[in-house]
């Protein structure tokens, strides 16, 4: 069995904070691929990122960045001066060998002008 | 590339009468589908997955005989909510895999159904 915990529910910031969303994530398999997905008030999923459990290097992408340690499980999403428009609820998800998708509980950001 | 649609995007139905959802993948094949519930402010459960020319396979606790899954082609899976109550109100997405790899999952843009 899979499980996708985030933590933070609800976090709120002021434009041009930084925010980091938590996420950590439980399998028995080697082999996995975690991910990260924005859900706007529209509904519509926004996918972020793709990663599968041998690549740990950080990645970012723009005012994007993760992190993943394997060692803690955890895959971390941080946003760089936040803006306004990144308000909208985040998912982390988790897929091991059984290719189902696992979503975490998500954490709404709101960020304040 | 790698877009899916879903039709209706919202739907609004009194109590008792059944309602479909179609899922098509637009610029590619898809002989997976899956099927995910989402009620407000809550995280999307996976309902079942739908493969192409098969039963789907539906997780513990769905009833498959309120939520029937067909996928009769490669580009098309629908589900249709049957006998619907208001306690089936909900925001229900659709995901396709990509012919990439199993590892990937391309989302619709939902569907809002409100059961009154």
């Known amino acids: 069995a899979q499980k996708v915990t985030q933590a933070q529910t609800e976090i709120s910031v002021v434009e041009k904070e930084d925010v980091t969303l938590d996420c950590v994530y439980e399998t028995r398999d080697t082999t996995y691929y975690l991910f990260w997905y924005k859900q706007p008030p529209s509904g519509e999923l926004v996918f972020l990122i793709r990663r599968n459990s041998f690549d740990e290097q950080n990645e970012i992408s723009g005012r994007y960045s993760w992190n993943f340690q394997k060692s803690t499980s955890s895959f971390n999403f941080t946003i760089t001066a936040s803006q306004v428009v990144d308000s909208a609820v985040y998912f982390c998800?988790?897929?091991?060998?059984?290719?189902?998708?696992?979503f975490g509980s998500g954490t709404r950001l709101l960020v304040r002008p | 590339g790698a877009v899916v649609s879903q039709h209706p995007s919202w739907v609004i139905c009194k109590s008792g009468t059944s309602v479909k959802i179609e899922c098509r993948s637009l610029?590619?094949?898809?002989?997976?589908m899956f099927w995910y519930r989402q009620f407000p402010k809550q995280s999307l459960m996976l309902m079942a997955t739908s493969n192409e020319g098969s039963k789907a396979t539906y997780e513990q606790g769905v009833e498959k005989d309120k939520f029937l899954i067909n996928h009769a082609s490669l580009t098309l899976s629908t589900l249709t909510v049957t006998s619907a109550h208001p306690e089936d109100s909900s925001f229900y997405i659709c995901s396709a895999q990509g012919l990439a790899g199993r590892n990937e999952q391309f989302f619709g843009p939902g569907t809002r159904l409100t059961v009154l």
């Open positions: 610029d590619f094949q898809a002989t997976t």
């Open positions: 998800a988790g897929m091991d060998s059984s290719y189902k998708l696992i």
